[in-house]
Structures are given as C-alpha cells and as structure tokens.
C-alpha cells in the first residue's frame, strides 16, 4: 500500500514549487501528459503549462514525458514543448523508468514523477524510489477502464486521508474538480 502513497500532492503541475524540489535533490522531472499537462480529449496545451516548462528547463531542470498515450500524439506534445518523451511507457512497469532516467541522465534520487494516476505515475515510480507528485486530473473525460480505476483510486486516497497520511483536500479537490 505504501507504493501508492505520493510523496508530495499538488492541484496543478503550475502549483509545484521548484525551489523546494531543488532543495530536495531533485533536478530532473519526468511528466505524464493525459490528465495532466493536456486534457484526455484535447489538442492544445495550455500557455501556462508551456510557461511552466519554460522556466524550469531555464531553471537547469531536465525534463521529459513519459507517457502510455498514443504515440503519435506523446511525440507531438514533446515537440511542442521541446523535450524527449518515453512512449509505450507501460507504466506502472519499471522499464519506462529506467529508460527516463537514461534519458535524463540522473540517478532516481535526483528525479520527480508528476502525474494524475495512482496505479501508474506514482506506483511505477515510487517502485524504484522516485519522488513522486500526484496532480488532480485536468478533465474527467477519460478511457473507460482508467474511470473505473478511478473509484478504487479515490478509495485509496480516502484510506491514506484516515490514517493522516494526506490532506483532506486531496479528495475532495479530485472529487469536486470541475469539468
Ligand atoms: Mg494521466
């Protein structure tokens, strides 16, 4: 179960505080792209998510998707915001991990996983101790199996609230999030 618990929760990826991720070692940063940069059913990205990257890449960060979406789509994304992408990523598997961290050339120590999905961003990398940082889905349109893995996700979440292990707000930020 502790493979499942994010080390950090944040609403938006624009919400993650850089300078406290330096402090922490980590200069490199793997990103999801559905639900988390880009919405499910969406072309564009958002000027601020592009902002964001901007300037953590100005910052020294290196940064990359790594994505179970179409490749086709993964690669137009990471042209747009010029970094490298891991597709077919099979996440929770550890590879697409592995290959990241090659890609980046960091150790997993010096690296954060950001994403929206429990059962693959942060179980894949809190599987090979990668700090990992859940976001609140950008939309709620979604494939029809990850809706479903949703309800066991938000069970989760509420399990890790009881035990104080998360804020409240993590919840009900995913539950009341608008459309
Ligand atoms: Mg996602």
Same mark, same amino acid.
């Given at each position: 179960m502790k493979l499942l618990l994010p080390k950090q929760v944040c609403n938006r990826v624009t919400? $993650?505080?850089l300078a406290k991720l330096r402090k922490l070692g980590i200069s490199?940063?793997?990103l999801d792209l559905d639900n988390t940069l880009v919405r499910y059913d969406s072309e564009e990205l958002d000027q601020e998510f592009k902002a964001w990257i901007a300037k953590a890449k100005s910052e020294g960060f290196? $940064?990359?998707l790594v994505s179970n979406g179409r490749p086709k789509r993964v690669m137009r994304f990471a042209r747009l915001m010029?970094?490298?992408?891991? $597709?077919?990523?099979?996440k929770?598997?550890?590879?697409p991990f592995f290959q990241?961290?090659?890609l980046l050339d960091k150790a997993a120590s010096q690296v954060?996983? $950001?994403g929206d999905q429990l059962f693959t961003d942060v179980l894949g990398a809190n599987r090979i101790g990668i700090h990992t940082i859940l976001i609140t889905p950008l939309g709620k349109k979604e494939f029809s199996t990850t809706r479903m893995v949703r309800k066991l996700e938000q069970?989760?979440?509420?399990?890790f609230v009881k035990k104080g292990l998360l804020a409240d707000e993590v919840v009900n930020q995913r539950s009341g999030g608008e459309q």
């Open positions: 919400d $993650i505080n490199g940063l793997m290196r $940064i990359c010029e970094i490298p992408a891991v $597709i077919r990523a099979y929770p598997k550890r590879s990241a961290l090659k954060a996983m $950001i069970r989760m979440l509420k399990r």
